[in-house]
């Protein structure tokens, strides 16, 4: 049975919404004059806080089938989504949002390298292909001269710290397609309740007197909109469309946050570094569709007496 054409839209809709909002949130970090980690913790706390009061509210809250190992699985996820959150928030403040999310779109290569390692699948040519150009968008997206390349860059620190929020997001990604038997609501309720428990010694005696009008203006819309009303959206969409449709409109959230960030952060982005963020984008959208490398296709089936009885060739 097919999906209703209005209920499809009305997924669609949703799913636009939820990226506007993942796209703009980088924005409201650096605006806030928050640190990292203060962004993180009332995003958690509040994130967690309006996610319950949904979910006793749609009575979804239903934690019994949790067994000891999946519990263990979240609690992970639970410190490795805030520290995710922590690494990127302050590559923003360190580099630019444009560059820290393009570097933050490298994490579909590394989730296809993880599934490699634990999962034993295999890579086609054309996947590797695919990384490969958006390793060359990488290189060009950064823009380091050799004076940069020190660790004492702030520029360089961003970069890396994308990187290593890039990996833990795959990372946790691989684990969640694993917790099956969770729902994503609850998941991502535990993990923000835990990821605020994390964070709470970091606060400090003096984090919480130091907040403004201003600050709590921002912590509100960070916690309210840009997490538990997002999280509702993309819950809602993801039930509404198929796999194929979320994954083509992700991709709005690197274009809305490199756009917020020409236009109301005064970011000056080179041509380099344009064709460098489209060919990582790119690249994780022909991997997420599944789309063959220009003639690659049809050179791999030279010499083949049997072609595999497959529609596409390009599968991990």
Not at 65 to 71: E, L, Q, T
Not at 73 to 98: D, E, H, K, R
Not at 151 to 179: E, K, N, Q
């Amino acid at each position: 049975m097919g999906f209703d054409l209005s209920k499809r839209h009305l997924g669609m809709v949703e799913m636009t919404a939820a990226m506007i909002l993942s796209g703009s949130l980088g924005y409201f970090v650096v605006a806030s004059g928050l640190t990292a980690d203060q962004a993180v913790f009332y995003r958690c706390l509040l994130g967690a806080y309006f996610l319950g009061v949904y979910g006793l509210y749609r009575g979804n809250l239903n934690f019994q089938a949790i067994s000891p190992k999946y519990w263990a699985l979240c609690l992970f996820c639970g410190v490795a989504i805030p520290v995710n959150w922590v690494m990127l928030f302050t590559a923003y403040q360190l580099s630019s949002i444009s560059i820290s999310t393009a570097v933050y779109h490298t994490q579909p290569f590394f989730l296809l390298f993880l599934g490699v390692v634990f999962l034993r699948k295999r890579l086609s040519v054309q996947k590797i292909l695919w990384i490969l150009l958006a390793f060359i968008g990488v290189i060009l997206a950064i823009d380091l001269s050799l004076s940069q390349i020190s660790l004492t860059s702030g520029y360089v620190l961003g970069l890396l710290l994308s990187f290593g929020a890039a990996f833990l997001y795959a990372l946790v990604t691989l684990i969640t397609m694993r917790l099956t038997a969770i729902k994503p609501d609850v998941m991502a309720l535990v993990q923000m309740t835990v990821g605020a428990i994390v964070l709470l010694p970091f606060m400090g005696g003096d984090g919480l007197p130091d907040l403004t009008l201003s600050h709590w203006h921002y912590i509100l819309l960070i916690g309210l909109v840009h997490t538990a009303l997002k999280y509702i959206l993309l819950y809602s969409a993801l039930q509404k469309l198929k796999a194929p449709v979320v994954a083509v409109l992700s991709f709005i959230y690197p274009v809305v946050a490199i756009v917020i960030d020409v236009l109301f952060l005064d970011q000056v982005l080179t041509m380099a570094q344009i064709i460098g963020i489209f060919l990582i984008v790119f690249g994780g959208y022909a991997i997420s569709m599944k789309l063959p490398f220009p003639y690659v296709e049809k050179s791999l089936k030279i010499g083949r007496k049997k072609p595999p009885k497959s529609k596409s060739l390009s599968g991990v």
